[in-house]
């Protein structure tokens, strides 16, 4: 199983970027896939998350109204659409996907896995 994260890239304050996260390999049954990001120096943050099956989606405060999240379930991709980015955005993100039913979709460690990271940098 592998997931690879692309549309990373540099942009500057106020624009947009789409990430993808795209899931190739055997097939497994995901029960929802996660952004995570990590900047230099700094713990790795959730971003935002979504239920394969229902679509459901959750975003982490610092990019609520700014970023959405969502997924084509035919294509095995999750996308995250970011908006109105700012310099504290810039960090690797990266996507997670877990196989079963966490307490909470907000922690890194409950994820069974990762893609290799794709960097976005914003600037001033």
């Known amino acids: 199983v592998q997931l690879v994260e692309s549309g990373g890239g540099l942009v500057q304050a106020g624009g947009s970027l789409r990430l993808s996260c795209a899931a190739s390999g055997r097939t497994f049954s995901k029960f929802a896939v996660a952004w995570f990001r990590q900047a230099p120096g700094k713990e790795r943050e959730f971003v935002a998350d979504?239920?394969?099956?229902?679509?459901?989606?959750y975003y982490a405060g610092s990019v609520k109204d700014r970023f959405t999240i969502s997924r084509d379930y035919a294509e095995n991709t999750v996308y995250l659409q970011m908006n109105s980015l700012r310099p504290d955005d810039t960090a690797v993100y990266y996507c997670?996907?877990?196989?079963?039913?966490?307490?909470?979709?907000?922690?890194?460690?409950?994820?069974?896995?990762w893609g290799q990271g794709t960097q976005v940098t914003v600037s001033s």
């Open positions: 997670a996907a877990i196989t079963y039913v966490p307490r909470s979709l907000t922690v890194a460690s409950a994820y069974d896995y």
């Open positions: 979504i239920t394969w099956r229902s679509g459901g989606t």
